[in-house]
């Protein structure tokens, strides 16, 4: 079993940043790959990004391709997502996931083990 934890959200304007976090525990956090999905109200969950078991490879949505920067730190079983230039459209609940095998997937059933999800609001 995979506990993931999310923090981190909150209200920024547009423009502003955020950091979120997902801290782990139960197997070997070395050993999954991680990703990051939201889902805003009436919309079906989306990719946003992720991260290889190694940090080695990584994807990103094009929709927030040099905005935002996936990262992971194996010491601390904790997966980042730093959010900048943040617009109304990424107001969203933002999950975490764990994906065991390989390689990276950005489909949401790929994934095995799930955050709560906190929430991300972007005012204009």
């Known amino acids: 079993q995979v506990q993931l934890v999310e923090s981190g959200g909150g209200l920024v304007q547009a423009g502003g940043s955020l950091r979120l976090s997902c801290a782990a525990s139960?197997?070997?956090?070395?050993?999954?790959?991680m990703g990051w999905f939201r889902q805003a109200p009436g919309k079906e969950r989306e990719f946003v990004a992720a991260i290889s078991w190694s940090g080695g490879n990584i994807y990103y949505a094009d929709s927030v391709k040099g905005r935002f920067t996936i990262s992971r730190d194996n010491v601390k079983n904790t997966v980042y997502l730093q959010m900048n230039s943040l617009k109304p459209e990424d107001t969203a609940v933002y999950s975490c996931?764990?994906?065991?095998?390989?390689?990276?997937?950005?489909?949401?059933?790929?994934?095995?083990?799930w955050g709560q999800g906190t929430q991300v609001t972007v005012s204009s």
């Open positions: 139960g197997r070997t956090f070395s050993s999954y790959n």
């Open positions: 996931a764990a994906r065991f095998e390989d390689p990276l997937a950005t489909a949401p059933n790929e994934y095995d083990y």
